[in-house]
Structure formats: C-alpha cells, structure tokens
C-alpha cells in the first residue's frame, strides 16, 4: 500500500514539466489499462507508443492522381525528395513519409515499423501487401527539423483499383488521419469529379474535419469566370461527401515554382499562399494543444466502448441460445446506442460508426466481454474533469516560452523575402575561379530596364521591384527568394548592378534551372564583393 503511495507521488501533475510528458503519463496511467481491459484495441485503433507523444507535427497529402500532391511537398520544401517521381499518370504507389535526416536515403517499410523512434510501428497489421507501399524519404531539409509530410498514393476511380490495392486504403487513411496534425486534400482545378474510391476516403477522415483543409491547385490553369464556377462546383461536391455544417476551408492558388499561366488572379493566389502557409507554420506551435486535445477524443471514444461492451457482456443468457441472442443485440446495436446515450447522458457524437462495429461484432463472443468496473470509469472521467485540465496552463505557458516555434526554410522563408509575401529551389550553379561578373554582359539590357522605373537616387524601392518582376509570371515564393539573393546589402532597396543580378536570376529561373542557395562568390556584384567579405 505505501508502496504504490509513493509511486503516485511521482505521478503528480506538479512534476510534470511539459504537456507533452503529461499526456503520456495520463496515458499510462488512466487510459491504457482501460483500453486494455475492455479490448478497446480490437475494435479502434492500436495502443499509443512513446513515438506517437514525441513525433514532430505531421501532414497528409491526400488527392486522386496528377493533383500535383508530389509537387506541392517539393514546393514547401524547394528540393526534391528521394523516392518522388512526378508525372500525368499515376506516379506515386507508396505511402511515402517525408521527413528530416542527417543522411539523404529511403527505408523501407518492414524496417520502418520496428523503428521505435518513427511513430509507424502500429502499421504492422495491415500486411505486407501495405508495407511494400511504405517508404520513410529522409533528407537534411530546414523545413523537415519541424514537420513531417505523408504523401499518399493517387487515388483512382471505380472498384477495380480498389481491390488490386491489396490492402484496406481507406483504413490506413483513417489510422494516419487519427495522427496527423493536418490533412490538406489536394484538387485539381480540372478534375473536380469525387471518384469512388476518393468519396471512401475522404469518409474515412470523419472525425478528423477540424484537421481537413482543402487546395485547389493548379488555379492558374483557368481565367477569372471560370474559377468562380470551379470553385462553386467544388463546393457543391465536397457538400455531398463530407457530411458537416460547416463549410470546409478552400486555398486557391498554383503550388510550383513554375510561371502562372494566367496571372490575372495572382493578387488572390498570393493571399491564399500566405493564409495556407501561416496555417502550416503555426502547427509546432499547437502541436501539444492537438496532442492533448485528440487524447481526450480517444478517452471520450474508450468510455463509450467500455459501456457497449459491458451492456453486451450483461444481456448475453449463461447457457443457452447464445448465438440467437447476439445475433439480435447486433441487428438492435443502434437502439443499444440510444438507450447508453440517454443512461449516461453520452453525447451522440462520441459513439463509433455502427455499421463498422456492427461488422466487427459478428466474429466476437461476446461472453468473454468484461463487465463494467465503475471504479475504472470514475477514474477515466477524474482525468477527463480535472487532471487534463490542470495541463492547460502548461498549453500557455509552453506558447510563451516559445513565441518562435514556428516552421521555417523553403517555400515558408519567402514570406518575408522583401517585398514578397511568400520562397523556392535549388541548383545547378558551379563556383569558377574567374573573377569576372558573370552578369556583366547583359547589363546593359537589365540597365535599360532598370532606369525606365525612374531610380530614387540610384536605388528603386521594393514596390517598383515587385510591379515589374511580377510581370515575370514567377510565384511569388520564387520571386521572394530572388530578392532575397539580390538585396545583398540588406537595405531594402536595389541599385543598378542588384537589379541586373536579379534580372539574371529570373532568367536563369525562366530556363529551368534552380536557384542557389545562397549567392555564390561569382554572382556578387563587383561593388558589393569587399562589402560580403567583411561581413564574413
């Protein structure tokens, strides 16, 4: 007895130093016993690890094929990925996990479900079929050091890519979609058409709506009038599949780092960018506050499974006709739900899908059902009453400590590159010996150009810069980061040789290449080259 007085003491909630390391105790201590005792784990999702408390915010791409879901995690990130391919057909088949590593390279997915450190390894039921299309993509990415991102397989229309998939699609949607800290669905602004198989999918996120934000790419495809109908008719088909009140979040915009085809809607392309962006930068932010708030979620989901199972357990007869009687208490499982809600007064909302658990009833026996332990439910609802509660503060106080905890590098550094409200690419630039200003000799074409935008004192500001730079048809992600290498003396403004250096690099990007990282020795501007080595 004193024994098990001490271990308490250790748990108290005045130890606890982050939410996180709350939760997980809560976990353990509350909810896992629970779990395990009422068979939770054979109805709804696995246990929860260690992995899962201490990930970093994940993202799950998921959209039917040619989307451009491949491209947009290329584009937050400005580099490829290994393992990505891109094309009009279905390119990706795997389940690839995109995250931060020292070393560039691919796992497998048999190996990347015993890595106790990768929150995958509850995966393991769902086959090999399903873990020959898992793959961990791991490179040395800024942006990686504070988020994950799942890119998922294109989706096809009807039955028959359904079957040969060999595994459940919708239900490892539905296991990543319980982990996530946001799902972005990816449509296409001309393939508007819900397929089958995508309307099973986008079912299997129920539950999870408050994570769902929906893109339209490739926006820049269609001119003005067209778009509003696009989008209208988008609208009205996602009204018939996700079955809310709400209306879900659209971000309308091109996510490349190629030219926009009609830039008459680029002013609202920047602004959604911005918006999705800001949404996406704040998720390590709220990473806890998710954390805690998709524990209770679970807790208020074991509760009700605890009184469905020992309601089962009760009604079934000690010796005979026990096989009639389940087959009864499974045909009035929607009436058993009804008579729990009212008992218990359980919000309608907490209860599992009945036809799934119906279909997951019928190979149980249900005389081997625990009965209710009131004891064990009283401490499930303490936890949910008070001790989460007295995590909260933590939320607040980890928020201050931490203003700055936000997603940065890649596409998400070019919303504050100058003038730009959004950044991209890396390239194919070689550092030669010469001295010579590759630049020189078309700067009298970019001179020409830059004195017609009547220079204030030999400088143009930022927003002469942007109007005639835009007119490149570049995304503004791009642009940010040209004028990021461009400003090299940091004023805010460009002179003569800044602008043709950038003019130089909108060319280069024009043609396909990249961009570097930073600006090597050889793109420095003759005037600014002593002024960079100093500062070095």
């Given at each position: ?12 909630p ?33 246990a ?13 791409v ?7 879901k491949?491209?947009?995690i ?16 279905p390119t990706?088949?795997s389940?690839?996990?995109v ?6 390279g691919v796992i497998?997915?048999?190996?990347l ?13 769902f086959?090999n ?10 490179l ?44 972005i669905?990816?449509f ?21 709506e ?35 009140p ?6 309308i ?28 930068q ?5 990473a ?20 469905i ?27 058993i739900?009804?008579?729990i809600q ?8 907490d209860?599992?899908?009945l ?25 499930l609802?303490?936890m ?19 203003p ?16 730009f409200i ?11 010996e ?18 017609n935008l ?11 810069a ?14 940010g ?37 930073e600006l ?8 600014k ?8």
């Amino acid at each position: 007895m004193f024994s098990w007085m001490k271990k308490q003491e250790k748990k108290s909630p005045e130890e606890i130093r982050t939410v996180t390391e709350g939760l997980r105790l809560l976990y353990r201590s509350k909810l896992l016993p629970l779990e395990e005792f009422y068979r939770f784990h054979d109805f709804h999702s696995p246990a929860l690890e260690d992995a899962d408390f201490d990930n970093k915010p994940m993202i799950l791409v998921v959209g039917q094929y040619s989307t451009g879901k491949t491209t947009f995690i290329q584009y937050l990130l400005e580099e490829d990925f290994p393992g990505s391919r891109v094309g009009p057909e279905p390119t990706t088949d795997s389940f690839i996990a995109v995250m931060h590593g020292e070393v560039e390279g691919v796992i497998p997915g048999n190996a990347l479900i015993v890595d106790p450190d990768k929150p995958f390894r509850k995966l393991n039921p769902f086959g090999n079929s399903f873990l020959n299309r898992l793959t961990c993509a791991q490179l040395p990415n800024q942006v990686l050091q504070s988020i994950s991102i799942i890119d998922t397989p294109g989706i096809l229309s009807g039955a028959k890519q359904r079957v040969s998939r060999g595994y459940d699609f919708a239900a490892v949607l539905q296991w990543f979609a319980e982990r996530v800290d946001r799902i972005i669905l990816l449509f296409d602004a001309h393939k508007l058409e819900i397929s089958d198989e995508f309307s099973e999918a986008i079912r299997a996120l129920k539950g999870n709506e408050d994570k769902i934000r929906v893109v339209l790419n490739k926006a820049d495809q269609v001119d003005t009038q067209q778009l509003m109908r696009v989008y209208g008719a988008l609208m009205w088909s996602l009204g018939k599949v996700v079955n809310t009140p709400e209306v879900l979040r659209v971000y309308i915009g091109s996510f490349w780092s190629e030219p926009l085809l009609i830039s008459s809607n680029r002013k609202l392309f920047e602004l959604e960018e911005q918006d999705l962006f800001q949404d996406l930068q704040n998720l390590p932010r709220n990473a806890a506050l998710r954390k805690l708030n998709d524990l209770v979620k679970r807790a208020r989901l074991v509760r009700v499974h605890a009184y469905i199972m020992s309601y089962l357990k009760k009604e079934m007869p000690s010796v005979f006709g026990k096989e009639n009687k389940k087959k009864q208490l499974i045909l009035k499982l929607g009436q058993i739900f009804s008579k729990i809600q009212l008992e218990h007064h359980i919000s309608p909302g907490d209860f599992p899908d009945l036809n799934k658990m119906q279909e997951q009833l019928m190979v149980h026996d249900f005389t081997k059902f625990p009965s209710l332990k009131p004891k064990m439910l009283e401490a499930l609802d303490d936890m949910l009453t008070y001790e989460i509660a007295k995590l909260m503060p933590l939320v607040r106080q980890e928020e201050l400590e931490m203003p700055e905890q936000m997603v940065h590098g890649g596409a998400f550094d070019g919303t504050s590159n100058g003038p730009f409200i959004e950044g991209m690419c890396d390239g194919v630039y070689e550092v030669g010996e010469d001295d010579e200003w590759v630049v020189t000799k078309d700067k009298p074409k970019y001179d020409e150009i830059f004195y017609n935008l009547s220079p204030t004192d030999g400088k143009i500001n930022g927003v002469k810069a942007k109007n005639w730079m835009i007119t490149t048809k570049l995304p503004n992600s791009v642009l940010g980061k040209i004028w990021k290498l461009s400003d090299v003396d940091k004023d805010g403004m460009l002179d003569d040789e800044e602008f043709a250096l950038a003019s130089h690099l909108i060319e280069v990007k024009l043609d396909g290449h990249g961009l570097p990282s930073e600006l090597p020795g050889y793109l420095v501007p003759p005037s600014k080259r002593r002024q960079v080595g100093s500062a070095e």
